[in-house]
């Protein structure tokens, strides 16, 4: 199984960027989608979470101007940024809980993609 995320880029503070994951492999379902941050010189952070029902929940720093969603069909999870900050500016990874298969069972596993840089210039 692997996340791979896309989207990242160089915007001018007050622009927006869409952030797209995509899971392969072999993958049974997918639980919770996620999107962390890495700020320079930080730790990383949670950023934005969905469960598989659509139930969301965010960092205190992005409500409102951020936007997480899923298209199950496509195993992908999307981050809309908008009204963007310097502050905003990190290394963005995709993380989910993927059930997949086996021939003992099922089992859920975390998963992280490899990160897509987001700079924000003031």
């Known amino acids: 199984v692997q996340l791979q995320a896309s989207g990242g880029g160089l915007v001018q503070a007050g622009g927006s960027l869409r952030l797209s994951c995509v899971a392969s492999?072999?993958?049974?379902?997918?639980?919770?989608m996620a999107w962390y941050r890495q700020p320079p010189g930080k730790q990383r952070e949670l950023v934005a979470v969905i469960a598989p029902g659509g139930d969301t929940n965010y960092k205190d720093s992005v409500k409102g101007r951020f936007t997480i969603s899923r298209d199950d069909a496509k195993k992908s999870a999307y981050l809309h940024m908008s009204s963007l900050k310097p502050e905003d500016t990190a290394v963005y990874y995709c993380?989910?809980?993927?059930?997949?298969?086996?021939?003992?069972?099922?089992?859920?596993?975390?998963?992280w993609g490899p990160g897509t840089l987001v700079t924000v210039s003031s």
């Open positions: 993380a989910a809980n993927i059930v997949v298969l086996s021939t003992n069972g099922e089992y859920d596993y975390d998963y």
């Open positions: 492999g072999n993958i049974f379902s997918i639980n919770v």
